[in-house]
Nanobody, 125 residues
Framework: QVQLVESGGGWAQAGGSLTLSCTAS????????MGWFRQDLPGKEREFVA?????????YADDVMGRFTIARDDANNNTMFLQMSSLKTEDTGVYYC?????????????????WGQGTQVTVSS
C-alpha cells in the first residue's frame, strides 16, 4: 500500500512562485510513476499537470511547460517536488500527488491507483 502526503500549498500573487512536496511511504518513487494533478472545481475531473517517469524522464501539460518543474529529491527517493513559477490565476486549484505502478496510467486521473489528500493553491491577480 502506498500513502502520499502533500505539503507546500498556499497563496501567491500572479507571477510568483510556490513549491509543493509529496512524500510517499510504502514504496519508493523509483518503482512507480509519480505525478501531479489539479482540480480547479469540486466535482470536475482532475487534470494532469506533470509526471516523473522511468529514470529522470519527465512530462508536463502544455499549459505549465516551461513554468513548472517536477523533480525527485536526490537525498530522499520518497520525496518529490513541483516547483511552480510564473504563476497564473488559472493555476488555482487543489493539487494532488498521484502514483501508479504502470507508468502509462500516470497521465489519466481515472487510472491512478494512489492519491494524496490534496493541497490548495490559490493565485490572485
Amino acid at each position: 500500500q502506498v500513502q502520499l502526503v502533500e505539503s507546500g500549498g498556499g497563496w501567491a500573487q500572479a507571477g510568483g512562485s510556490l513549491t509543493l512536496s509529496c512524500t510517499a511511504s510504502g514504496r519508493a518513487f523509483t518503482d512507480y510513476g509519480m505525478g501531479w494533478f489539479r482540480q480547479d472545481l469540486p466535482g470536475k475531473e482532475r487534470e494532469f499537470v506533470a509526471a516523473l517517469l522511468w529514470g529522470r524522464t519527465t512530462a508536463y501539460a502544455d499549459d505549465v511547460m516551461g513554468r513548472f518543474t517536477i523533480a525527485r529529491d536526490d537525498a530522499n527517493n520518497n520525496t518529490m517536488f513541483l516547483q511552480m513559477s510564473s504563476l497564473k490565476t488559472e493555476d488555482t486549484g487543489v493539487y494532488y500527488c498521484a502514483s501508479d505502478p504502470n507508468y502509462r496510467n500516470i497521465y489519466s486521473a481515472r487510472r491512478i491507483a494512489y492519491w494524496g489528500q490534496g493541497t490548495q493553491v490559490t493565485v490572485s491577480s
